[in-house]
Nanobody, 116 residues
Framework: QVQLVESGGDLVQPGGSLRLSCVVSGTIISTYAMGWYRQTPGKQRELVARIRTSGIKDYTDSVKGRFTISRDNAKNTVSLQMVSLKPEDTAVYYC??????????WGQGTQVTVSS
């Protein structure tokens, strides 16, 4: 059984930093593109950052220069370092594992709240 478990979500003040982690079990992430998505109530889940099996990284425009995605295939983990957080970054953040064959897995989400 494949499981993705996120951690690191918290309440943080604007301008603060957080590091989200996703530990994967039941499969080997080296064969997956790994991503972080976020969702707020009433809105569609959006892709925040993705790191391909090649190591190429993609970011949504609103987080470029502030968020950094990384993967450690040996530890089967993917992380999202977030700095200069803004209130509009408030959301539930989800870890995603994706293969272009259509195989896809999601974590349960971790809440990030940016507020003073």
């Amino acid at each position: 059984q494949v499981q993705l478990v996120e951690s690191g979500g918290d309440l943080v003040q604007p301008g603060g930093s957080l590091r989200l982690s996703c530990v994967v079990s039941g499969t080997i992430i080296s064969t997956y593109a790994m991503g972080w998505y976020r969702q707020t109530p009433g809105k569609q889940r959006e892709l925040v950052a993705r790191i391909r099996t090649s190591g190429i990284k993609d970011y949504t425009d609103s987080v470029k220069g502030r968020f950094t995605i990384s993967r450690d295939n040996a530890k089967n983990t993917v992380s999202l370092q977030m700095v200069s957080l803004k209130p509009e970054d408030t959301a539930v953040y989800y870890c995603n594992a994706f293969r272009y064959s259509g195989l896809e897995y999601w974590g349960q989400g971790t809440q990030v709240t940016v507020s003073s």
